[in-house]
């Protein structure tokens, strides 16, 4: 039934709760799997990752979850945004069209260079005053300019942040690519992608 409830049409700017949970998990127990056709759960699976394509999914039927794979999993972990798929960072724009019904959607946004601190967090902060309701949640691998080999990390709910240095360093000849993840509500990754860019450091631009 998970189609109905992500079809579910709310009054204008309230959020549809299926799409919200979705956004918010880390791990999805795709329930009743047997009850459905192999081209059913794949036409579901592939919407699910359009609203949150970093959450794992996990097939049970009658419930039946593997336990290792949902307790003591550190879900909440910071580095997580270094373990997702390189083609996730890809443009999404022909996926998108495939589900643009659903007002949540996962973005993903890379590219090489070190940032300008505070270009970036002046830009973060505008971010979540203007667009904190609709940030599910956020995630980011970064290279500052000044800050040596020093890899930072961050990953937010809201407006909460978390944000500090990785345990690993960029290693010796490792190429500076910087990782976003965003999940929200009626994201413009050509926008975002624009205004993160405009944070990287131009030696001719020292300040």
């Not at 009743?32 to 996990?58: Q, S, Y």
């Not at 260079?113 to 203007?130: C, I, P, R, T, V």
């Not at 904190?132 to 300019?145: I, P, Q, V």
């Not at 990390?153 to 500076?176: D, L, M, S, T």
């Amino acid at each position: 039934h998970l189609n109905q409830h992500l079809d579910e049409v709310k009054p204008e700017g309230a959020v549809n709760e299926a799409q919200q949970q979705v956004a918010f998990a880390d791990k999805i127990l795709l329930n009743k799997v047997d009850l459905v056709t192999e081209d059913e759960k794949k036409a579901l699976k592939a919407r699910l990752a359009n609203l949150n394509k970093f959450a794992t999914v996990i097939e049970t039927e009658r419930s039946r979850a593997p336990l290792d794979a949902i307790l003591k999993s550190d879900s909440f972990n910071m580095e997580s945004i270094l373990t997702h798929a390189p083609d996730f960072f890809e443009d999404q724009e022909e996926e998108k069209k495939e589900h643009n019904l659903d007002l949540v959607q996962s973005v993903g946004i890379q590219f090489k260079g070190s940032l300008h601190a505070q270009w970036f967090n002046m830009f973060m902060m505008d971010l979540l005053k203007d667009r904190a309701a609709d940030l599910y949640r956020t995630k980011g691998l970064l290279s500052f300019h000044g800050q040596g080999d020093t890899k930072f990390v961050f990953q937010g709910v809201h407006e909460q942040i978390n944000f500090g240095p990785a345990k690993n360093p960029w290693a010796e000849g490792e190429e500076r690519i910087n990782k976003f993840v965003f999940i929200g509500k009626n994201l413009d990754r050509k926008e975002l992608t624009k205004s993160l860019m405009e944070c990287i450091y131009k030696e001719d631009e020292k300040k």
